[in-house]
């Protein structure tokens, strides 16, 4: 399903057609399939834009939207004229290497149109809503409008009207305002703002809240660069209200104002020039650039705000190459979260859009819902369709109804019944060892160590240690069954095989690491040490490498392995660690009397060490076995 996207100014001159055209040419150059709705009933003219670029001429006379909505108004006539918009919608260009289009559905007026202005004024919109339907005629239009293209764009009448209301309340999923420096116009699109906010509430049909974007349009901050900083400031404070729902919280009202804001240049305001095309969007202080950031905000769907700000050409890229790499498929990682956590969330999303990028993996939260679709529904498809869930884990996190209700329930049987990777990330102090579910999953951090107890520098290397695990992950199922669940059964013997040769890599190198720090252990837990060797320092020195190394090793790769081995390595980890611990805090040639008359220290110190070697003997030794016997299952080498 495609988005809708209104844009509306509450006065004229703001360059809202010619935004609305430039945008359009470059989603559909990018690949998109556009369409552009020319809804301004008194004042159309939208495909002039087009005419000197593509070979698009306006015809004489011309059917339209006008045309559409009479003939709703005339159906019980017998004689009225069938009128379908596929019918009368108009191709300007197709881009035909990467199956983009742009078509255009007309006001209806042509160059000798003398009927049109008489239809328009026809029109009664109160009693075309309450005698002839019209709210389902309006909202089948919409269904069908999302159905067929990515992006409807819709040039809105000024003013508020009643056009103007289906335009910003009905139709829209994304509504943009465009506004100039001047106290009425701004006044104008906060109230339309609330207006719209108001209407959707009164809405049948429930949608998500109207995502709005704010545009300062002819915006001049050269010449008075002083004068333009206040009127930045003042816009930022009053549209933090609208900005709530579309801003993470890692982005201030000022910064996306500076970078969306359309600057004035007088060459463009003669005629209907396409500056995307006359200048193009290299130029920073352009309209063609300027024109591709609210480009690049729409295509990515609004999911990387933060970008605009602090990567700008590295947003464009992912923007301008979404339906290039729509087909490649990729692992895909489900967020599930409070709302109260959402600071966490954009922070962890933040780290991630790295791999993101880098197309390596697809990033789903409750963000990514678009507005106006069903979100139930979507939260639904994201759990069914991802490969890796990430939760973050707090209080408000378990104590949600449908969090615990409905998408636990739903990523659990995910989880048995699929190849899905359930990782749990505690972000707030809170009881969750006390959840079932929990108490089977390693979580994350290891030592479960929330988010809001570390320090900044600590955080973001906890959740850079996340983003690297998750890399590995990613690059450990390679197998198209983590890319693609359906695949994998029809892949067969020759995916299973990729498989487990990941597989037989990541065996050796966690027993090569094993056996390392077996010797250490070994050197160290024997009772007659022989003549020769390194000293004890020496020892201790060389097991707290091996053990840093096969830790810091199986921090990132434990999810790959059995819970059984797991269990072990854990078993061996703790007592490699106790050993060093001991023997660092208690050196063994201490010259304490005291320590030789502690005979429950001395006892206590025994049966540690008696322990440790019970650990060398069994633990280790049952582990080493399980590896071995697996890597030549694995191999094709019988035992």
């Not at 430039?22 to 087009?50: C, H, M, R, T």
């Not at 830790?551 to 392995?561: A, P, V």
Request: aromatic share 12%.
């Amino acid at each position: 399903m495609g988005s809708i996207i209104t844009f509306y100014s509450y006065k004229g001159g703001t360059g809202r057609s010619m935004a609305l055209a430039n945008i359009s040419i470059l989603l559909a150059q990018w690949g998109f399939k556009v369409l552009i709705i020319d809804w301004d009933l008194e004042a159309p003219g939208l495909e002039y834009f087009f005419a000197d670029y593509y070979n698009f001429s306006v015809p004489e006379e011309q059917k339209g939207i006008v045309d559409i909505l009479i003939h709703f108004t005339n159906y019980q006539n017998e004689s009225a004229e069938e009128i379908n918009w596929e019918n009368i919608t108009n191709n300007i260009f197709k881009n035909e290497s990467d199956n983009g289009k742009l078509d255009i559905l007309t006001a209806g007026k042509g160059k000798e149109d003398k009927e049109y202005f008489k239809k328009v004024r026809e029109l009664d919109f109160g009693e075309f809503y309450s005698k002839f339907n019209g709210g389902e005629i309006i909202e089948n239009l919409r269904n069908q409008w999302k159905e067929n293209y990515d992006f409807v764009l819709i040039d809105s009448r000024t003013g508020v009207t009643d056009i103007g209301g289906i335009c910003t309340i009905q139709l829209p999923d994304i509504l943009v305002l465009l506004f100039t420096a001047t106290k009425q116009a701004f006044e104008g699109i906060l109230n339309i703002a609330k207006i719209t906010d108001e209407g959707q509430k009164s809405l049948a049909i429930d949608r998500l809240r109207l995502l709005i974007l704010p545009i300062p349009s002819k915006f001049d901050s050269r010449d008075e660069f002083k004068i333009s900083q206040e009127w930045l400031n003042d816009f930022s404070k009053r549209l933090k209200p609208i900005y709530e729902n579309l801003l993470p919280t890692s982005v201030k009202q000022k910064e996306i104002l500076e970078v969306t804001k359309i600057p004035y240049i007088s060459y463009f305001s003669f005629g209907e020039k396409l500056p995307v095309i006359e200048q193009g969007t290299t130029d920073s202080t352009g309209l063609g650039y300027a024109y591709e950031n609210i480009a690049a905000l729409i295509a990515d769907n609004f999911q990387h705000v933060e970008m605009l700000v602090e990567d700008r050409d590295e947003l464009v890229n992912i923007a301008s190459n979404f339906k290039k790499r729509e087909t490649i498929t990729k692992p895909k990682i489900f967020i599930s979260y409070s709302h109260k956590d959402s600071s966490y969330k954009d922070l962890i999303l933040k780290h991630l859009s790295v791999l993101s990028a880098k197309n390596e993996v697809s990033l789903w939260s409750d963000r990514k819902i678009q507005p106006g679709h069903d979100w139930y529904e979507e939260i639904t498809k994201a759990i069914s369709d991802s490969n890796i869930a990430l939760l973050l884990i707090s209080a408000d996190f378990l104590t949600s109804p449908f969090v615990s209700k409905e998408e636990i329930p739903r990523l659990l049987k995910r989880q048995k019944s699929s190849n899905l990777k359930i990782i749990p990330i505690i972000i707030r102090a809170c009881a969750w060892q006390q959840i079932p579910f929990l108490s089977n999953l390693p979580v994350f951090p290891k030592d479960g160590i929330p988010f809001s107890s570390l320090f900044d520098s600590e955080r973001e290397k906890s959740i850079t240690d996340l983003v690297e695990m998750i890399a590995n992950i990613v690059k450990f199922d390679t197998s198209e069954d983590l890319r693609d669940s359906s695949t994998f059964s029809r892949a067969g013997k020759l995916e299973s095989h990729k498989k487990n040769l990941e597989r037989i890599t990541f065996i050796k190198e966690l027993y090569e690491k094993l056996v390392d720090l077996n010797e250490s252990l070994y050197s160290i837990l024997r009772r007659l040490q022989a003549v020769g060797e390194a000293s004890l320092e020496e020892k201790v020195n060389k097991l707290g490498k091996n053990f840093n190394e096969l830790r810091k090793y199986y921090l990132y790769k434990r999810i790959f392995f059995k819970e059984s081995e797991c269990e072990l390595i854990d078993i061996i980890l703790e007592s490699a660690k106790g050993i060093f611990y001991d023997i660092t805090t208690f050196p063994v040639n201490t010259d304490d009397i005291s320590y030789h008359y502690d005979k429950d220290l001395l006892k206590e110190r025994h049966q540690f060490w008696d322990k440790a070697r019970g650990i060398y003997e069994n633990e280790v030794s049952e582990l080493k076995n399980n590896l071995e016997n697996e890597f030549r299952s694995t191999i094709g080498i019988n035992s």
